[in-house]
């Protein structure tokens, strides 16, 4: 079983900058499992839907949402089974709840694996 613990929300003034961490853990979980993994950042607004903001594949792959290019980046070091999201020129429409997610193998389009989130707010 992988557990995903994420981690550095809070409240943000828009423009400001902001950087999540998700851990992940388990049994036998080494590092090198964990570079298996293809992972993924989530997020949910109050009564929208879960949209996808960026992954990171196995092979080190990056992708991003396009309201999110140019703004947020996506990393991980595989040694401290760690993945991040460093976020800049904040906006409003950028507050909701931010999910880790993790699949075992080259792709992230159906997680296997999801924390509990962290809340970012926005806001002035």
């Known amino acids: 079983q992988v557990r995903l613990v994420e981690s550095g929300g809070g409240l943000v003034q828009p423009g400001g900058s902001l950087r999540l961490s998700c851990v992940a853990s388990?049994?036998?979980?080494?590092?090198?499992?964990?570079?298996?993994?293809?992972m993924g950042w989530y997020r949910q607004a109050p009564g929208k839907q879960r949209e996808l903001v960026a992954t990171v594949l196995n092979g080190g792959t990056t992708n991003y949402a396009d309201t999110v290019k140019g703004r947020f980046t996506i990393s991980r070091d595989n040694a401290k089974k760690t993945m991040y999201l460093q976020m800049i020129s904040r906006k409003p429409e950028d507050t909701a709840v931010y999910l880790c997610?993790?699949?075992?193998?080259?792709?992230?389009?159906?997680?296997?694996?999801w924390g509990q989130g962290t809340q970012v707010t926005v806001s002035s």
């Open positions: 388990g049994s036998i979980f080494t590092g090198s499992i964990f570079a298996m993994y293809s």
């Open positions: 997610a993790g699949r075992y193998g080259p792709q992230i389009a159906t997680p296997q694996y």
